[in-house]
């Protein structure tokens, strides 16, 4: 039974020593002395019960002094008679394992000894029954229950408790009021920390604190919580009461769900929420933000760039998760948005957000690491997300500056970061809105449908002259629209990166005329199979495109490699025109993005007259690879797909019909080899004429372009300056002839 005044120290109720009788020996339980026996010699009662102790043969006391008794007590010597003599009667009020023995003479060797147990249902014996089939399991709170177990000195089944950090025990004598939060609030907390049950329990650098805070010292029925009452709490902050007009009871605006759980030493209220101290940091960065009231603008962009996902993950608490970050993020706030799209000519700051140059901005506010302000040294040079670029520190006597931009709010701490929030936004070089040809206007679309909103994962993405100038996603559903300069002689490739639902997807392409250059979606009729959004290269800016159009390349893989490193570069009489690059690493990762695939098709912009179609070698089962070529009348022209043998290139290929015919364009191809490959300083072309001048360019896994030679026959071309890794190789001789290969630089 639960007291709520101070425990009372054991009870003799007899007189002992004073000359009364010994007529009242009425208790709970009797324990009988015989002969070197106590009859029961093990017996258990609850807190507050009383045992008699009658001696009906020879002299003994009772000595319950042993060290380890929660409280001592001593029966003094009586002599015993067949009738039985009350020695005494002795209530126990202290919980416990209690040892006493007869200690006259050599009684205790001869094995006059006896055991109580007195047993009380503790908090921590009470939070037991919200487990499986419990008295309390309806209220939905065991897993709050096994977490205060787990680090308040509760044993589990006669085993020890959980995790160290707290001098608080909830089974001991000290009396506590418990705050359980239910089931629902700590599936929130998981949520929100983005960590799953057990990673949150073993969170023990704010757990201790955390759940202290649902802690007070003392017994307080809800009869006892008044409104406006302030609870002292463990952790050391308190608690407010409240009571609405219709009598609910809540603390810190935690509704009260059940009420007035007892125990021996204290009383549980369950809540519908957890109840959180000041000053305890958030979640994670992207909580920080979220409760932020001045910087709803950034909430809305990292939304739309989907980078919320990034911000909350918690590689820190959850070492099993592949997280990115932990991040520190430089945090403009909305004032400084409005600034930012004001200065640079947006006519609102959603136009800004909607632009192609938001993901940029974002990345440039984002670096990884955490680095309070403490750690923010003058000078300092951060490598921001994505290896966007750079945030320059600077510290002075008017504080902390990043990329010129002040830090107005330091130090809002979470569990994967640090957020400092700027009242400037970070300077950017917005490029020219226009080229030489304008703009175009490239317009996503998403169906609504129940896989999902938004492209989740897939992204567009457009090079001109193989230099990406714009990368684009969607987060919802409907139609998003960006524009991109454009200049004469350009050569401009929209490609299309599929991470998922590619069917739901598509784009079109307008040109600073408005007129339709391109359009192609993962529904289109006109396939004979659905597949995702064609990508289209060779786009030629302020060029009549429409005399010959776009002519159809349909790769195939028998094994579902996706012409892994490999693709295809188009040759005209002026040079290359277009290429074409699978699995390219549009996240940044340093490997390549798989998307395998069994065939897939791309549109290229077609040239009159011969065209070479010059394949790069995928670099896994290449002999299984194959690709056939349409003309924009839909008749094939070339069919190069035999299984189990590698693709060849296809030279001299009219697609398109010129008005008159070139003569003398590439000669027949030969069998031209790099030497050494790999090679770790420089290389030889080989095979041909001696006396032959070439031209030579080397793209990246992206398909960037990184270096170009010229030369004569097989003088050796130094790679010397080139990290290793895989390249690609595209040669062009005098005669027209190209070739392409896979350089691999040691």
């Known amino acids: 039974m639960m007291k709520k005044n101070a425990l009372k120290i054991i009870t003799l109720v007899a007189s002992m020593g004073m000359g009364t009788t010994w007529a009242q020996c009425e208790a709970d339980a009797t324990v009988y002395l015989t002969d070197f026996l106590f ?18 043969e020879g002299t003994h006391n009772v000595d319950g002094t042993a060290e380890g008794n929660p409280v001592s007590f001593f029966l003094e010597e009586t002599e015993g008679n067949i009738d039985g003599v009350c020695m005494g009667t002795v209530a126990f009020d202290v919980p416990g394992v209690y040892t006493f023995t007869s200690s006259i003479g050599v009684q205790p060797e001869l094995g006059m000894t006896g055991t109580i147990i007195v047993d009380a249902e503790t908090l921590c014996d009470v939070m037991l029954s919200f487990w499986g089939s419990g008295e309390n399991q309806s209220m939905d709170a065991f897993s709050s229950a096994y977490a205060f177990q787990s680090y308040f000195g509760c044993s589990f089944f006669g085993q020890s408790g959980g995790f160290p950090g707290s001098n608080v025990s909830l089974e001991g004598l000290d009396e506590y009021t418990l705050f359980l939060p239910h089931d629902p609030a700590i599936e929130g907390l998981e949520a929100l920390m983005n960590l799953n049950s057990f990673d949150l329990l073993y969170f023990t650098e704010g757990m201790v604190s955390g759940l202290s805070y649902h802690i007070v010292p003392g ?3 809800a009869e006892d919580l008044e409104d406006g009452a302030l609870l002292p709490t463990v952790e050391g902050q308190n608690i407010a009461v409240s009571v609405d007009g219709e009598g609910t009871l809540m603390l810190n605006g935690a509704t009260v769900l059940h009420e007035d759980i007892v125990a021996f030493n204290g009383v549980i209220h369950v809540i519908d929420e957890i109840l959180v101290p000041q000053g305890y940091p958030s979640a994670t960065t992207w909580d920080v933000i979220v409760q932020s009231p001045e910087h709803t603008v950034l909430e809305e962009a990292l939304l739309a760039e989907n980078l919320d996902q990034a911000l909350r993950g918690q590689p820190i608490l959850n070492d099993n998760e ?7 993020v430089f945090a403009p706030t909305d004032d400084a948005f409005f600034s930012l799209a004001e200065a640079n000519g947006f006519e609102s700051v959603d136009a800004l957000l909607s632009s192609q140059f938001i993901d940029d901005i974002l990345f440039s506010h984002i670096v990884p690491g955490v680095y309070e302000s403490a750690e923010l040294l003058n000078g300092m040079n951060l490598s921001s997300y994505n290896n966007s670029g750079t945030v320059n520190i600077a510290v002075d006597d008017d504080g902390i500056q990043a990329n010129t931009a002040p830090v107005i709010q330091a130090d809002m701490l979470a569990y994967n970061g640090v957020v400092h929030s700027l009242g400037e936004a970070m300077p950017f070089e917005f490029p020219a809105p226009e080229g030489t040809c304008g703009a175009w206007t490239i317009t996503m679309t998403c169906d609504p449908s129940d896989f ?7 992204s567009l993405h457009v090079f001109a002259d193989g230099e990406e100038i714009a990368a684009e996603s969607m987060a919802s ?20 990166f599929d991470g998922g639902n590619g069917i739901l997807h598509g784009y079109s392409i307008l040109d600073n005329n408005g007129q339709e250059l391109f359009s192609t979606s993962g529904f289109d009729p006109n396939m004979a199979e659905v597949q995702s959004p064609m990508s289209v290269y060779g786009l030629e800016p302020c060029e009549d495109m429409s005399s010959c159009g776009l002519m159809e390349v349909t790769f195939f893989d028998g094994d579902g490699y996706g012409w892994y490193a490999g693709g295809m570069a188009f040759y005209s009489d002026e040079g290359l025109e277009s290429q074409i690059f699978f699995n390219p690493d549009f996240d940044g990762d340093g490997y390549y993005d798989y998307d395998g695939f069994s065939s897939r098709t791309a549109m290229v912009n077609l040239w009159e007259g011969e065209v070479d179609f010059v394949v790069i070698m995928p670099v896994a089962y290449p002999d299984q690879c194959g690709y056939q070529v349409k003309n924009p009348e839909g008749d094939l022209v070339v069919e190069d797909n035999v299984l189990g043998q590698l693709p060849g290139n ?3 290929v009219v697609v398109c019909e010129p008005e008159t015919s070139s003569t003398g364009h590439l000669g027949a191809e030969r069998s031209i080899r790099l030497h050494p490959n790999p090679t770790a300083t420089s290389f030889q072309l080989q095979g041909f004429n001696g006396q032959e001048s070439w031209k030579a360019q080397l793209f990246g896994l992206d398909g960037k372009r990184i270096l170009e030679w010229s030369g004569v026959g097989a003088e050796p071309v130094s790679v010397e300056v080139l990290p290793s890794g895989l390249y690609h190789l595209i040669v062009q001789f005098d005669e027209g002839e190209a070739q392409g290969f896979r350089l691999m630089k040691e």
């Open 39 to 56: 009859t029961p010699t093990e017996l258990t009662i609850s807190v507050g019960e009383t045992v008699a102790f009658v001696n009906a």
């Open 650 to 652: 296809a030279l001299n």
């Open 452 to 458: 999902g909103s938004g492209w989740q994962g897939s």
């Open 477 to 496: 559903n409907g139609i998003e629209s960006f524009s991109v300069p454009v200049d004469t002689g350009s050569r401009m490739d929209v490609v299309y």
């Open 322 to 328: 592949p997280a990115e970050g932990p991040f520190t």
């Open 219 to 221: 017994v307080y029925l």
